[in-house]
């Protein structure tokens, strides 16, 4: 079974903060992502990774970064934590051999 | 650009069948996926969709019409469990993103 943890289920941050999201897959898969799900406006891709190292952005990556040093880790950076990045972020990975993107369980990120 | 259009909620009876559509306008398109989503959980992977025509998985199916932007996905013998969102998303053929739309909520009546 393919496997996608997150670091965090529940996390409060306070405004201006560093905030680290690590997302880890056990399946060896290239390509991993993360998106940001707010109501009324479904998934929102931030920023996507093909390989170690790669990145690209997303449809809506600012206030972001993202660090892929090793494979299986795709970690998420808001530099400095604003409020209106409070939501639910949600790390997904998926081989280049198939179509099926596997999801993590989320974070719900709450900026205070 | 790319636009993707579903209902935004959906209600239907315990036993009876549901078709959810998705329309899709996007530069370049290289498949469809289908997921389910129940409140507080992760999306988990229904279907992909590359060519016409209908694909059927148990009480699931998913259909694509390429040349119309048109997708649904057909729920059958509903159960109180097919309560949740569906998501429909595209592959764009030129960076391989995936996009989601909005997602439809379905609630399923006894």
């Known amino acids: 079974d393919v496997k996608v943890t997150q670091s965090s289920r529940y996390l409060v941050k306070r405004t201006g903060e560093k905030v680290f999201l690590e997302c880890v897959q056990d399946?060896?898969?290239?390509?991993m992502f993360w998106y940001r799900q707010d109501p009324g406006l479904g998934l929102r891709l931030i920023y996507f990774s093909y390989d170690v190292k790669m990145k690209e952005k997303g449809d809506i990556p600012e206030g972001y970064s993202v660090s892929r040093e090793k494979k299986e880790r795709f970690s998420l950076i808001l530099e400095s934590a604003s409020t209106n990045q409070t939501s639910m972020y949600l790390c997904?990975?998926?081989?280049?051999?198939?179509?099926?993107?596997?999801f993590g369980p989320g974070t719900r990120l709450t900026v205070l | 650009g790319q636009n993707i259009d579903q209902p935004t909620e959906m209600t239907a009876t315990e036993g009876a069948i549901v078709q959810i559509n998705c329309t899709y306008q996007t530069s370049g398109f290289n498949g469809l996926f289908w997921y389910q989503q129940h409140a507080g959980e992760a999306p988990t992977f229904l279907s992909y969709n590359v060519l016409d025509g209908l694909e059927e998985k148990g009480r699931f199916s998913s259909f694509l019409s390429r040349s119309k932007g048109y997708s649904y996905l057909l729920l059958k013998e509903l159960q109180m469990k097919d309560s949740a969102s569906y998501l429909c998303a595209v592959r764009r053929n030129r960076d391989d993103k995936i996009i989601f739309g909005k997602g439809t909520r379905l609630h399923i009546l006894p």
């Open positions: 399946m060896d898969h290239e390509n």
């Open positions: 997904a990975s998926m081989t280049d051999n198939t179509d099926t993107q596997y």
